[in-house]
């Protein structure tokens, strides 16, 4: 019993993290109709600031490192103008492309071997709860990462600028006509992004605190994986589909006997294909689309 | 007359296959392999491309025919002692089996094409980002089975010792080959029809056409041109991991297609050419490049970051590919 709670909360911590990452996705995906690639960039942005900034105090090196991603958010609204007419392949394509590139720029600067992230190591503690031991990272990851779903889910259903988001990603053409500016909205969707990207650098690196120059890459594969397979039309479902990629890798990693602890991807992907096959519009969806197009 | 217009569109590509392998067979050894390692660059492009370019639908997936492909015709050509060395718990079946150069590269593309069909079968239901995200999920099933399953091939260790005979006269008729069946694929009636239900899904089913069955017929197809490529890869570097045929090789592949314009044959062979000839030149730019009359080095490390500046910028700004994604008919004068 005591294990199943301790595999449950260390998913539910994990799952959370994913939802920061995916909600990011979904929000740029809603106004825009791009799947960025380069959002796992965002984090290994964040996440080289929090360790170039390691010796400074950790107010500094937090807000160093939210600035970081910002400004590199914003640096990719402005790349992607130009694709805001082009077909959703050529979108993709040159998203990763955006990724390779940052990813090179990060192998030159920093080199391959990786560099470690010491803020707030006290999270590493653990705290026993009964019989549980749960490290103080799990709970502040649960903790943070409901704090900011709930926060962005009331910002796109209260205010303005989340109206007009919202009513951009029902339909661009008749929002435009109706007074939205395109670009305002797509340029808070970047920001926001950031920030969740930014959260969510700051709880990983807790736990995985040596930085790659492939870190945010390998943590943005299967997100995004969780964004589609949730159903990324709406960003209420792309965030479940986040949540539940994470919770399930978690879990499988416990499940999974000694010996086939390998096949974790395996597993994890088969599950994908079977439910894209039942229900090829999204989990958290309510319609089966007809023939969409990529 | 025309007929023979439309045919002639398949000379362009054909003619600059020919002319890399051609221009390649008098270079200098090192470049050698690089005018080769294009060649079957393009052979997996073009691979991609009778799928991609003829359905419309992205597939991350293609690769993963590559892999069996390669390591099919890989295992079948070393000998068994080494292999049972390699990886002892190996299929008796796989272990005994030896094959000459030209069975193993169709035996690459029997194991690409029919494991094509087996996914392809329920995964061709899917469309736009679902089919996408499925068709990688493919790639990173496919990768981690055969990193981690011995009895199908040596796991996370190095097949070596293939023979390499990807030569020039290998990968040049090779890449035309896959060139000339990805050309009769996309003028007969198969896909001509996938073109049109790409075009436009409720017109075509309209008009009767079964959209499924046209689509796992183009993946059945472009992964045995994939196995086939595969081969071809394995017999040109005469070693291979799993890793080499997995996500970088996936991504920079679809890019290549993209670059050079996803809808035309001619678009994935100069796509492929053209970002295998800038990487090379980059490659040898950094041991530095004699260009007569000085010579250019570029420091270490910066071939990558150049090579993705030049990809993303053609990928901004000519968001429909070099080539438009249009074929081109040469005519003769006057």
């Known amino acids: 019993m005591t294990n ?119 999270l590493n503690r653990a705290v026993s709860i009964g019989d549980l031991r749960v490290r103080w990272v799990t709970l502040v990851s649960i903790a943070v990462g409901g704090f900011l779903l709930g926060a962005t889910a009331l910002l796109l259903a209260r205010t303005n600028i989340g109206l007009q988001m919202r009513a951009s990603a029902m339909n661009v053409q008749t929002a435009r006509l109706l007074g939205v500016r395109a670009s305002t909205v797509i340029r808070f969707a970047f920001v926001l992004a950031a920030v969740l990207a930014a959260s969510a650098t700051v709880l990983l690196t807790v736990q995985r605190p040596l930085v790659t120059p492939s870190y945010g890459f390998q943590l943005v594969i299967p997100a995004l994986v969780g964004v589609v397979v949730g159903g990324m039309d709406r960003l209420v479902s792309a965030t479940l589909g986040g949540f539940a990629i994470g919770f399930t890798a978690a879990v499988l990693g416990e499940v999974l006997p000694a010996d086939g602890r390998v096949f974790l991807d395996t597993a994890l992907f088969l599950l994908v294909i079977l439910v894209l096959l039942a229900r090829p519009s999204g989990l958290f969806t309510r319609s089966r689309a007809a023939w969409e197009r990529l | 007359m025309r007929r023979l217009a439309a045919g002639s569109q398949l000379l362009a590509p054909v003619l600059l296959l020919a002319l890399v392998g051609v221009l390649g067979s008098f270079t200098s050894r090192s470049v050698q392999f690089q005018f080769r390692f294009a060649l079957v660059m393009a052979t997996i492009v073009i691979a991609l491309y009778v799928f991609i370019g003829n359905s419309g639908v992205v597939s991350f997936g293609h690769v993963s025919f590559v892999a069996v492909g390669a390591f099919a015709a890989g295992l079948t050509t070393v000998p068994e002692a080494l292999k049972l060395s390699l990886s002892p718990d190996l299929f008796p079946l796989i272990a005994g089996a030896e094959v000459g150069n030209a069975v193993s590269l169709l035996l690459a593309a029997a194991v690409g094409g029919v494991f094509a069909l087996i996914v392809g079968a329920p995964l061709m239901r899917l469309s736009g980002l679902s089919a996408g995200i499925a068709t990688f999920a493919v790639l990173v099933i496919t990768n981690n089975v055969l990193r981690n399953w011995e009895a199908i091939g040596p796991g996370a260790r190095t097949l070596s010792l293939v023979p390499e005979s990807t030569g020039f006269l290998q990968a040049t008729v090779g890449a035309i080959a896959v060139a000339a069946l990805a050309f009769a694929y996309q003028r007969s009636r198969f896909g001509r029809v996938l073109r049109a239900s790409s075009d436009d899904a409720a017109a075509a089913q309209g008009a009767g056409i079964n959209i499924y069955r046209q689509r796992l017929l183009a993946f059945a197809l472009s992964g045995a041109l994939a196995g086939f490529a595969g081969g071809l890869l394995v017999h040109l570097l005469g070693s291979i991991t799993t890793q080499q045929v997995y996500l970088d090789l996936a991504f920079v592949t679809l890019a290549m297609l993209v670059i050079g314009g996803v809808r035309s044959l001619w678009g994935a062979v100069v796509g492929a050419l053209l970002v295998s000839g800038v990487n090379s030149l980059l490659l040898t730019a950094e041991s530095g490049l004699g260009l007569g009359f000085a010579e250019l080095t570029v420091p270490t490390g910066t071939r990558l970051v150049t090579l993705g500046v030049v990809m993303a910028l053609i990928l901004l700004f000519r968001p429909r590919g070099i080539t438009g994604g249009r074929e081109v008919t040469l005519r003769w004068p006057g």
């Open chain 1, 4 to 122: 199943v709670l301790q595999t449950l909360i260390d998913a539910v911590a994990l799952g959370s993290i994913y939802a920061l990452v995916a909600m990011g996705i979904g929000l740029v995906f809603g106004v825009m109709r791009l799947v960025n690639f380069a959002h796992g960039e965002l984090i290994t942005a964040g996440a080289y600031a929090l360790a170039l900034t390691n010796h400074l105090p950790l107010l500094v090196s937090l807000m160093t490192c939210f600035a970081v991603v910002i400004a590199l958010s914003l640096a990719m609204d402005v790349t992607y103008r130009p694709l805001r007419t082009a077909t959703p392949t050529t979108m993709l394509v040159t998203t990763f492309a955006i990724s390779f590139l940052l990813q090179a720029v990060a192998l030159l600067a920093f080199g391959a071997r990786g560099q470690n992230v010491g803020v707030l190591p006290e």
